[in-house]
């Protein structure tokens, strides 16, 4: 049998990461985690992101560890309050305090280093530009912007490698997206979405993450698995 | 007085960062100089990144700990030998064995967090197009590939901050670079070029960083300041 196909995975522990793991193992990749501890204030998914990808059978889980300095500012990071019962409408007119500088240019940038160290063409993202924190990050149009810079950076890139950073979630709803994640026999009890948890973990049900998280749950006619403060 | 605006520039402990690092100063910028440890063969390069910064008056200097997983294979990372005495001709017909997968590509990230932190909107890298070591991550096409990149991803680049990454020495020659250090007044006897110091710290002399340090102050008819094994 010949080797599977190796692709490296941005796994934070989140409904959305999680999914998009289950779905780059059935399109028969071999799954290469990789996560980031940059202090951030839900640190606790990292736990979550561990069981994941042992649940989930991913080859290889690797979390790293970004200078907190580099990121600093935010409300995921400092000593900022995380925004809490804000309507859609209020959720949908701006870029919010829980906004991280470059986060996801920076995970992109350690996935394509250890892409080129493994010999993986393929990067997965669960980034979602409809029921999303409206981060610049996680728009379609920054994704097409470093798939293109990722293939002038790298040795293998240059060479023909053609990586494709791959976003199954981008036009989903919150409600599909635990759909699918339900279709493919995800365990969302492992996930963890909230930005502000208690410090036992449990998800405070305001901050914008969970209310996303709770409406996609609605929508899709399902009770979420995890508990609440 | 009107503050000074800043820049993040990266800082090896080269000639080039460090030329780089001068002409941002001489531009009017307050200089905010990063420098990554990854693990690298010449990691002495660190200590003489840390006296440039203070001896070139930069305002803060920080030294980012990379995980070496993500930029693993190469000769300047792992036990591979680190190529010496190639000619010209054997430097310039493909990617040698030091490339080191995705490096600019993670350090301009982090340089991208960090601006977005301080408020800076200018980044400046010594990367050069003519007398370098053939890495696809110093191209001019890379770089621009980067900077569009980076005004997709940030809440300072959606908003309108329009960052530049600045590249002042991407069409000198070594030789060109080494008289514009002397024309201000930079004490290249503080730099740090050598792919593969004994474990004293001394210069080889013979690998391409070497070689195309002593041919770049050979043609601007200067004598390198540094002691080689």
């Given at each position: 049998m010949a080797a599977k196909k190796r692709a490296v995975v941005l796994l934070s522990g989140g409904l959305d990461s999680t999914t998009t793991l289950a779905i780059a193992k059935t399109e028969g990749f071999d799954v290469y985690a990789l996560s980031f501890d940059y202090d951030q204030r839900h640190r606790t998914e990292l736990d979550h992101a561990r069981r994941i990808a042992t649940a989930l059978g991913a080859k290889k889980h690797r979390v790293i560890t970004i200078d907190p300095a580099v990121v600093a500012g935010s409300a995921l990071t400092d000593t900022i309050a995380v925004p809490k019962s804000r309507s859609e409408q209020e959720m949908s007119v701006e870029i919010p305090v829980t906004y991280v500088p470059a986060r996801n240019t920076?995970?992109?940038?350690?996935?394509?280093?250890?892409?080129?160290?493994?010999?993986?063409?393929?990067?997965?993202?669960?980034?979602?530009?409809?029921?999303?924190?409206?981060?610049?990050?996680?728009?379609?149009?920054?994704?097409?912007?470093?798939?293109?810079?990722?293939?002038?950076?790298?040795?293998?890139?240059?060479?023909?490698?053609?990586?494709?950073?791959?976003?199954?979630?981008?036009?989903?709803?919150?409600?599909?997206?635990?759909?699918?994640?339900?279709?493919?026999?995800?365990?969302?009890?492992?996930?963890?979405s909230c930005y502000d948890p208690t410090p036992d973990g449990l998800a405070c049900g305001q901050c914008d993450s969970c209310r996303l998280r709770l409406k996609g749950f609605k929508e899709a006619g399902l009770t979420d698995p995890i508990a609440y403060a």
């Amino acid at each position: 049998m010949a080797a599977k196909k190796r692709a490296v995975v941005l796994l934070s522990g989140g409904l959305d990461s999680t999914t998009t793991l289950a779905i780059a193992k059935t399109e028969g990749f071999d799954v290469y985690a990789l996560s980031f501890d940059y202090d951030q204030r839900h640190r606790t998914e990292l736990d979550h992101a561990r069981r994941i990808a042992t649940a989930l059978g991913a080859k290889k889980h690797r979390v790293i560890t970004i200078d907190p300095a580099v990121v600093a500012g935010s409300a995921l990071t400092d000593t900022i309050a995380v925004p809490k019962s804000r309507s859609e409408q209020e959720m949908s007119v701006e870029i919010p305090v829980t906004y991280v500088p470059a986060r996801n240019t920076i995970f992109l940038a350690h996935a394509l280093g250890w892409s080129e160290v493994i010999g993986a063409n393929d990067l997965f993202i669960g980034v979602n530009a409809i029921d999303y924190s409206g981060y610049p990050d996680c728009r379609p149009e920054f994704i097409a912007a470093f798939e293109r810079m990722a293939n002038l950076a790298t040795k293998a890139g240059v060479g023909g490698a053609d990586f494709t950073i791959h976003t199954p979630l981008i036009k989903l709803t919150k409600a599909e997206i635990i759909s699918k994640a339900q279709s493919l026999g995800v365990d969302l009890s492992l996930t963890h979405s909230c930005y502000d948890p208690t410090p036992d973990g449990l998800a405070c049900g305001q901050c914008d993450s969970c209310r996303l998280r709770l409406k996609g749950f609605k929508e899709a006619g399902l009770t979420d698995p995890i508990a609440y403060a």
